[in-house]
C-alpha cells in the first residue's frame, strides 16, 4: 500500500509540473505576441495547448488558462495566414468559454472567429457570427453593442465590405500629417463640417481584414525597397503573399520591383493578379497597361521612372515658381520622349496651368491625353485625367466635376477613384459655398 501511494504521488507531482510549465509557456507566449511574434508565439502556445490537454483534468485556473491558450493560439495563427487551424481552435474555445459562464472571453473568442470567417469570404457565416455576438450582448446586458453587432452581422450579409475608395482626412487628431481613414459618407461630413477646408487623400480598401504577419513582411519590403536592396525585398514580398493569399498588395508591389529591374512581363502577371484580388483598383489597372506596352515594344522603357519623376515633381510643384517650372519643363521633355503614353499628357495639363493659368491651354494638353488613351479599355486612367482636369480647372470650369461623375456613374466599379474624388470635390465646393454664405452680411 506504501509503495502503491508514493507511486501517485509521483504521477500527481509529475502532472502538476507538465501544467507549470505550460503556465509558463502560454505567458512567454503571450509575451510574443505583444511583440508581434506571430509564428514563435504559435509554435509555443501549440505546445502549452497540448500539455494541457494530456494533463486533463486540470484544476479551474488552469482549465481557463487553456481555454485562453486556444483563443490567443487562434489569434496567432489568423495573423500567419492559418484560417483553417484557427477555426477549428476558436470552436473549441467557445464551447468551453461558454460551458464555464465566461461569456466577456466568448465575445473576445467570437470576434476573432468573426474575423476569420470575413478573411475567408465567407460572408453568411461571418454574418451569422457578428448576429450570435448580439445574444451574448443581449445575456449580459450590453443591449446597445447587441445591437451593433447585429446590424454588422446584417451589413456583412448585404455584401460589406467592399472593394472601395476610403478617404484619409488630416490634421483631424491634431498632427498635420497624420490621417483618419473614413468612409466616403463619414468625410463627406467632416468637410461640410469644416467648411471646406480640409486636406484629403485617397486609399484603395479591399474587402477583407489584414493579416498582421504579412503587414510586417510589407513593412520590411519597404524599408529594403528604399535601401535598393531588391533580392532582399523580393524575398519579403514573396512571404507577404504566401501569408495573406487573398492580399492584392504584395502582387502589386512585387510588380512595382519588377519594373524597377525592367522586368516588365513579370510586372505585368503581378498586376493583372493585383487587379483578379482587387477590382477597380487604378494604379494596378495602369501599370499592368504599361508593362504591357514596354513588354511588346509599342512604348519606350524608361516611361515607369519618368512617371515616378512626375508624380514626385507634381507634389512639390506648388512650393516655388523653380519647382513649378521644374515640372512642367519635366512634361513637356516626357510628352515627346514617350508620346504614346496619356498620362504625360494629362501631367502637362497641370503643369502648363499651374505656371500660366492659361485654362485653354491645359485643356488643350487633357484632351490629348484623351486622344492618345482612345478606346483602350482603361476607364480608370480615363477618370484620372477627368479628376486631374476638374482639379485644376474648377474655378474657371464649374462643370468639370459635374462630368467626371456623370464618367464614374457610367463606368461603375472601374471607376471608384474617380467616383471619390468628384464626390468629394462636389461637396467641398458646397461647403465652401455654404460656409461663405454664412459669413457674408445680410444683404
Not at 25 to 38: H, I, N
Not at 325 to 352: D, F, I, R, W
Not at 367 to 390: M, N
Amino acid at each position: 500500500m506504501a509503495a502503491s501511494s508514493d507511486n501517485a504521488t509521483t504521477v500527481t507531482h509529475e502532472l502538476a509540473q507538465e501544467v507549470t510549465e505550460a503556465l509558463v509557456m502560454y505567458s512567454e507566449a503571450m509575451g510574443l505576441l505583444r511583440q508581434e511574434s506571430y509564428f514563435k508565439a504559435a509554435v509555443m502556445l501549440d505546445k502549452a495547448v497540448k500539455a494541457l490537454v494530456a494533463a486533463a483534468p486540470l484544476p479551474d485556473d488552469a482549465e481557463r488558462v487553456l481555454m485562453q491558450a486556444r483563443v490567443a493560439l487562434a489569434n496567432a495563427l489568423l495573423a500567419g495566414g492559418k484560417i483553417n487551424s484557427a477555426v477549428r481552435h476558436l470552436d473549441v474555445a467557445i464551447e468551453a468559454l461558454k460551458a464555464a459562464g465566461l461569456m466577456e472571453d466568448v465575445l473576445d473568442a467570437m470576434n476573432s472567429l468573426f474575423l476569420c470567417k470575413l478573411h475567408a469570404g465567407e460572408w453568411d457565416e461571418a454574418a451569422d457570427v457578428s448576429r450570435a455576438m448580439g445574444d451574448v450582448l443581449d445575456d449580459i446586458g450590453a443591449p446597445e453593442s447587441a445591437v451593433a453587432a447585429r446590424a454588422r452581422g446584417d451589413a456583412v450579409a448585404a455584401g460589406w465590405p467592399k472593394n472601395r475608395i476610403v478617404v484619409l482626412v488630416f490634421g483631424q487628431g491634431g498632427a498635420p500629417d497624420e490621417a483618419d481613414e473614413l468612409e466616403v459618407d463619414d468625410a463627406l461630413e467632416v468637410i461640410r463640417a469644416g467648411g471646406g477646408g480640409v486636406r484629403i487623400g485617397f486609399k484603395y480598401q479591399r474587402n477583407r481584414p489584414a493579416l498582421p504577419a504579412a503587414e510586417i513582411f510589407m513593412q520590411g519590403f519597404h524599408e529594403t525597397m528604399a535601401e535598393g536592396e531588391y533580392d532582399d525585398a523580393a524575398g519579403l514580398i514573396e512571404l507577404a503573399a504566401k501569408i495573406d493569399v487573398h492580399n492584392p498588395d504584395p502582387h502589386y508591389h512585387t510588380g512595382r520591383l519588377c519594373l524597377v529591374q525592367h522586368d516588365y512581363t513579370g510586372a505585368k502577371a503581378a498586376f493583372e493578379r493585383a487587379q483578379e484580388l482587387a477590382p477597380g483598383w487604378h494604379s494596378a489597372q495602369a501599370l499592368a497597361w504599361l508593362a504591357s506596352c514596354v513588354a511588346d515594344g509599342t512604348m519606350t522603357d524608361g516611361i515607369y521612372e519618368a512617371l515616378q519623376e512626375l508624380d514626385e515633381l507634381e507634389d512639390n510643384a506648388e512650393d516655388s515658381a523653380e519647382a513649378a517650372a521644374a515640372y512642367a519643363a519635366m512634361a513637356q521633355e516626357a510628352c515627346e520622349k514617350y508620346p504614346l503614353h496619356p498620362l504625360v499628357y494629362n501631367h502637362l495639363g497641370s503643369a502648363t496651368y499651374l505656371v500660366s493659368r492659361d485654362a485653354e491651354a491645359a485643356k488643350a494638353h487633357w484632351d490629348t491625353a484623351l486622344e492618345v488613351l482612345g478606346d483602350a479599355d482603361l476607364d480608370e486612367i480615363r477618370g484620372v485625367i477627368l479628376t486631374s482636369k476638374a482639379a485644376a480647372l474648377e474655378d474657371d470650369d464649374p462643370t468639370a466635376w459635374r462630368a467626371a461623375m456623370e464618367l464614374a456613374a457610367h463606368l461603375g466599379q472601374n471607376a471608384m477613384l474617380t467616383a471619390t474624388m468628384a464626390k468629394i470635390a462636389l461637396a467641398t465646393d458646397d461647403a465652401v459655398k455654404a460656409a461663405e454664405s454664412a459669413a457674408a452680411p445680410d444683404a
